[in-house]
Structures are given as structure tokens and as C-alpha cells.
Nanobody, 118 residues
Framework: QVLLVESGGGLVQTGGSLRLSCAAS????????MAWYRQVSGKQREFIAL???????NYADFVTGRFSISRDNAKNTVYLQMNSLKSEDTAIYFC????????????WGRGTQVTVSS
């Protein structure tokens, strides 16, 4: 099947930067969308950004230019560059992969913790 593994989370100070990675493996349809979501403790999971296999991107309004999503199709890997981090960015960050071929296929990683201090 399909496996997604996030990495790059950790502790960072307010105003700092962090780059998350998510590597996908398995039987993946070549035309797909990869995305990042996050979940603050006690709240619902929220969308951050997505990127399609041909490079089109979409961002949530709260990003306001601080975050950037990209991907490496040869490695089946998606990245999230996060700059000017705030304490409110503290959350578990999840990787998502989906495609539609007759029906919808969805896959999620287990998440990586990001903690912004101060």
C-alpha cells in the first residue's frame, strides 16, 4: 500500500525557521496532490497548503507569505518551508496524499510535532 513519513519537526524560537519533509512510498498514481495540514491541541485539523504533481500550489489565508510548499516528484517527497514562526504555529503537522481515478484515494502520515517557544 502507501506509506507517508513526516520529518523535520522540533523546537524553534519565535521568529525562526523550520523545513518539514514528507516521503511517500508504495503504489502511488503519478497524477496526485500532496498537502500539509496541522492540528493545534484541542482544535480541529486545518489545511495549510497543497501542491499538485505538475506544480500548482494553493495556500490557506493565515500563511500570509510565511510558508512555502514544494515537491520532488522523483523522490515522491513534499516539503514545507516555514519562516517567521510564531507561538500559535505550535501544532502537530500532517502530510496528506490523494488522487482520484474512478474513486478517491486518501493517505495520511502520523504527524510531526512543531513547538515554537516564547
Amino acid at each position: 500500500q502507501v506509506l507517508l513519513v513526516e520529518s523535520g519537526g522540533g523546537l524553534v524560537q519565535t521568529g525562526g525557521s523550520l523545513r518539514l519533509s514528507c516521503a511517500a512510498s508504495g503504489n502511488i498514481f503519478r497524477l496526485n496532490t500532496m498537502a500539509w495540514y496541522r492540528q493545534v491541541s484541542g482544535k480541529q485539523r486545518e489545511f495549510i497548503a497543497l501542491v499538485t504533481s505538475d506544480g500548482n500550489t494553493n495556500y490557506a489565508d493565515f500563511v500570509t507569505g510565511r510558508f512555502s510548499i514544494s515537491r520532488d516528484n522523483a523522490k515522491n517527497t513534499v516539503y514545507l518551508q516555514m519562516n517567521s514562526l510564531k507561538s500559535e504555529d505550535t501544532a502537530i503537522y500532517f502530510c496528506h496524499l490523494y488522487w482520484i481515478v474512478g474513486k478517491r484515494y486518501d493517505y495520511w502520515g502520523r504527524g510531526t510535532q512543531v513547538t515554537v517557544s516564547s
